[in-house]
């Protein structure tokens, strides 16, 4: 009989046992398994706070600088009421409009049919704003964003070319022939990176989306001022 309820109690505390050290063991797993949930968590938290860091970039960039650079160029662009058709934002625009607009703006054929008097012009409202895009290109947050970075490197780089003329006013063919050029590139990345903010500002700031709608650089009947 007693060896019965020895055997009984030995029996109990090995399954005490046994269930102790089984939880202990699981206590690892659970730790890792949290640790991974809380850390997938923050990573995304993380992100988001630097993609709205980024687009806060990117909007001071279009009130500073960008909105206005596509107004001088689309003021030379020969098919300006092609692209004004087709980059007419409104607020019943939906995500394929945007597509179909961001597929228009990276396929078109940009044309640029600019004077002396249209260089200098764009020359010295680039020339204000240098260290503006400077300050912008320097800032670390913008390793996020490669085409950005892209279009502000496009746009210094026609500054330079600017700058390097000795007298603008005595610009050659080819000289013109080649601004030309470069004020193409900057133009085709502004107005893709333009048609990307105008989605994110729809679907996040109808406020800010609303303001930017009535400053469409592409709308020749854009006013800001409500009727």
């Not at 709205?52 to 909105?67: M, Q, R």
């Not at 990307?196 to 001022?225: E, I, Q």
Request: hydrophobic share 40%.
């Amino acid at each position: 009989m007693d060896f019965c309820i020895s055997s009984v109690y030995f029996n109990d505390y090995l399954s005490i046992i046994n269930s102790f050290f089984g939880k202990i063991a699981f206590v690892p797993i659970q730790v890792f398994l949290i640790t991974v949930v809380i850390s997938g968590i923050l990573s995304d938290m993380e992100k988001s706070s630097r993609l709205e860091k980024l687009n806060i970039l990117i909007g001071t960039f279009f009130s500073e600088t960008g909105t206005k650079s596509l107004k001088y160029f689309s003021k030379i662009d020969s098919l300006i009421d092609e692209i004004g058709s087709k980059l007419k934002v409104t607020d019943s625009w939906s995500d394929e409009d945007f597509k179909n607009a961001l597929n228009y703006a990276k396929d078109r054929d940009y044309t640029l049919n600019a004077s002396k008097e249209d260089i200098i012009e764009i020359y010295e409202f680039l020339s204000k704003n240098k260290e503006f895009l400077m300050r912008l290109l320097e800032n670390p947050n913008l390793m996020e964003h490669e085409h950005f970075t892209e279009l502000l490197r496009a746009v210094f780089h026609l500054l330079e070319e600017l700058e390097s003329r000795e007298n603008l006013h005595e610009s050659s063919d080819n000289d013109i022939m080649h601004l030309n050029g470069d004020m193409v590139r900057s133009y085709r990345l502004i107005t893709i990176e333009w048609v990307n903010y105008m989605k994110y500002l729809k679907n996040n700031y109808p406020y800010l989306f609303s303001l930017a709608m009535r400053r469409n650089p592409f709308d020749k009947s854009a006013k800001t001022s409500l009727k």
